[in-house]
C-alpha cells in the first residue's frame, strides 16, 4: 500500500505565501510524476502543478506564483505558493504516480489539505 500525507495548509491574507509538503510512504519501488490539484466549492478538481522527469507544467492561474518541487531522497513533493488570492481558496490534493514493489503502477492521492486566502 502507497500513503500520501499532506501538511501545510491553512488560512492566509491575500499576497500572503504558503508552503504545501506531501510525504509519500509504503511500498514504493520508484515515483514517477508528482503534482498538486486543487478543488475549489462547487468546481472541478484542476491541476495546479506537476514535476515529471526533471520537467514541470504549472496551470496558468498559477505561473509566476508558485514553485513546485521535490526531494526525492525523502519521496516528498512541495508547493511554495506566493502572493496568494482569494481565488486560490480550495482544497489542495497530492497526487503520486507510483510504481510499487510489485512493479505495478498506480496513481494515488492525499487526503486534502484546505487553503484559505481571507482577510
Known amino acids: 500500500q502507497v500513503q500520501l500525507v499532506e501538511s501545510g495548509g491553512g488560512l492566509v491574507q491575500p499576497g500572503g505565501s504558503l508552503r504545501l509538503s506531501c510525504a509519500v510512504s509504503?511500498?514504493?519501488?520508484?515515483?514517477?510524476?508528482m503534482g498538486w490539484y486543487r478543488q475549489a466549492p462547487g468546481k472541478q478538481r484542476e491541476m495546479v502543478a506537476i514535476t515529471s522527469g526533471g520537467s514541470t507544467n504549472y496551470a496558468d492561474s498559477v505561473k509566476g506564483r508558485v514553485t513546485i518541487s521535490r526531494d526525492n531522497a525523502k519521496n516528498t513533493v512541495y508547493l511554495q505558493m506566493n502572493s496568494l488570492k482569494p481565488e486560490d481558496t480550495a482544497v489542495y490534493y497530492c497526487?503520486?504516480?507510483?510504481?510499487?514493489?510489485?512493479?505495478?503502477?498506480?496513481?494515488?492521492w492525499g487526503q486534502g489539505t484546505q487553503v484559505t486566502v481571507s482577510s
Open positions: 497526487n503520486a504516480n507510483v510504481r510499487t514493489s510489485n512493479l505495478r503502477v498506480n496513481n494515488y
Open positions: 509504503g511500498s514504493i519501488f520508484s515515483i514517477n510524476a
